[in-house]
């Protein structure tokens, strides 16, 4: 069915029906998967960077690369120039990932400060580039108390709003103090077992949609926006 015969509001030329053919990537990447991992306290013991740790070691026998940033020094959003080391190491690891774990404390019945500034200083775009759009996405929390869901769904609204492929599965560790002996190594439990159902699905999103992860945030209304300067662009030229 043609543009025109399914709305007279439509831009024809913007307007694009999805196919399989679009979904299978011409060359599939050979290297391994690239997360990067995030955690919300400084604190001396922080239970979410001891999570975020036995990810890592997860995902790193499951084959893919990580790199865990530590927020301390990060200044506060608008704060600094963007060229601060900090905020420079945060973005340049952000353009490099193909995949995220944001793994937050839930303080006062939502995710911390600090794993919020983190998110703020990453840019919906740079320029032409929008770093975060179509990567893949895992969530965590972990509570001082019982069980609790706070954090990780804020974290998936920041998700959706930074354009990531936020994984279905997601892991709650209560009472995480329980949870990790005097190394920082988590106990075996079911909550240990989630962690491992969330990474394993998160490299399976991540192998399945980094090749062809442009297409599938591509959309109309920016195609049709985009028509629309080089328009203006060619008409002011003439």
């Not at 024809?12 to 995030?38: C, V």
């Not at 990060?74 to 490099?96: G, N």
């Not at 193909?98 to 006062?108: A, I, L």
């Not at 500034?117 to 965590?140: C, F, H, N, Y």
Request: aromatic content about 6%.
């Amino acid at each position: 069915m043609s543009a025109d015969a399914i709305s007279r509001h439509i831009d024809a030329r913007s307007f694009q029906a999805p196919g399989l053919q679009q979904l299978q990537p011409r060359q599939l990447s050979a290297h391994a998967p690239r997360i990067l991992m995030l955690y919300g306290s400084l604190r001396e013991r922080s239970y979410s960077r001891l999570l975020t740790q036995e990810a890592a070691r997860l995902l790193e026998g499951m084959g893919a690369e990580v790199r865990i940033y530590d927020p301390d020094g990060l200044p506060q959003p608008d704060s600094v120039p963007e060229d601060h080391p900090k905020v420079a190491e945060l973005r340049a690891l952000v353009r490099w990932c193909e995949g995220m774990v944001w793994t937050s404390p839930e303080r006062h019945g939502a995710m911390t400060g600090i794993m919020k500034t983190q998110v703020d200083w990453i840019p919906l775009s740079e320029g032409a580039v929008r770093p975060t759009q179509g990567k893949t996405l895992a969530v965590m929390q972990v509570s001082g108390g019982s069980q609790s869901f706070n954090a990780v769904n804020q974290l998936r609204i920041l998700g959706r709003w930074m354009r990531l492929l936020t994984i279905p599965n997601q892991s709650s560790v209560a009472k995480a103090y329980q949870e990790f002996d005097d190394e920082g190594r988590m106990k075996p439990s079911p909550f240990y077992d989630r962690v491992v159902d969330v990474m394993e699905e998160l490299l399976k999103f991540t192998l399945l949609t980094r090749d062809i992860a442009p297409y599938l945030v591509d959309r109309y209304s920016e195609r049709k926006e985009e028509r629309a300067k080089m328009h203006a662009q060619t008409l002011a030229r003439l």
